[in-house]
T-cell receptor, first 111, second 118 residues
Framework: GENVEQHPSTLSVQEGDSAVIKCTYS??????FPWYKQELGKGPQLIID?????GEKKDQRIAVTLNKTAKHFSLHITETQPEDSAVYFC??????????FGSGTQLTVLP | NAGVMQNPRHLVRRRGQEARLRCSPM?????VYWYRQLPEEGLKFMVY????????ESGMPKERFSAEFPKEGPSILRIQQVVRGDSAAYFC????????????????FGAGSRLTVL
């Protein structure tokens, strides 16, 4: 089955700086890679996703890049704000129609 | 659109009791997934269901755990004879099941049910 590794586990940045979170996946059949943001006591919320026929996708301050050859994808958040502080999860679809999640990154944006 | 509704939000059970967690998918969604999240860990897949049908239960423990998604009503995750290790947040997600162009379902998660076993 699919295995998704996520790094770093914790990340602290100054407000206004950029944050980058990286994930690798094992199943070459994976074709869908979403990113979720989870705030304390809440459920994961989809913030951006990318499919394997695209190398990069951007939505305002958030962008995701995908390298199928190397089997890794990354989340980029620019001009970080305190409200970006949360746990971020990457996921891969694998060969089944269910998502395998990474272990999460606790992002803290320092004012 | 009320989103994915889970209840109860918090549930406390003593060892040996039963826990029932309910999930109503988003309107128009016919696919339901259950995930478990242990404290400070990621989300682990448990089971994937369509109406009246279990599609994939490869992540669900063989004993004490069961799930259903009847023709009418919410999906139910049932845990019999709970033990302390069952304490976790249980998240339900729903999807349309159409899978988009590449066949993968976009999941929308509920707020979760937090089970505490004393």
């Amino acid at each position: 089955g699919e295995n998704v590794e996520q790094h770093p586990s914790t990340l602290s940045v100054q407000e206004g700086d950029s944050a980058v979170i990286k994930c690798t996946y094992s199943d070459s059949a994976s074709n869908y890679f979403p990113w979720y943001k989870q705030e304390l006591g809440k459920g994961p919320q989809l913030i951006i996703d990318i499919r394997s026929n695209v190398g990069e996708k951007k939505d305002q301050r958030i962008a995701v890049t995908l390298n199928k050859t190397a089997k890794h994808f990354s989340l980029h958040i620019t001009e970080t704000q305190p409200e970006d502080s949360a746990v971020y999860f990457c996921a891969g679809s694998g060969s089944a129609r269910q998502l395998t999640f990474g272990s999460g990154t606790q992002l803290t944006v320092l004012p | 659109n009320a989103g994915v509704m889970q209840n109860p939000r918090h549930l406390v059970r003593r060892r040996g009791q039963e826990a029932r967690l309910r999930c109503s998918p988003m309107k128009g969604h016919s696919h339901v997934y259950w995930y478990r999240q242990l404290p400070e860990e990621g989300l682990k897949f448990m089971v994937y269901l369509q109406k009246e049908n279990i599609i994939d239960e490869s992540g669900m423990p063989k004993e004490r755990f069961s799930a259903e998604f009847p023709k009418e009503g919410p999906s139910i995750l049932r845990i019999q004879q709970v033990v302390r290790g069952d304490s976790a947040a249980y998240f339900c997600a729903s999807a349309t099941g159409t899978g988009g162009l590449s066949g993968a379902n976009v999941l929308t998660f509920g707020a979760g049910s937090r089970l505490t076993v004393l």
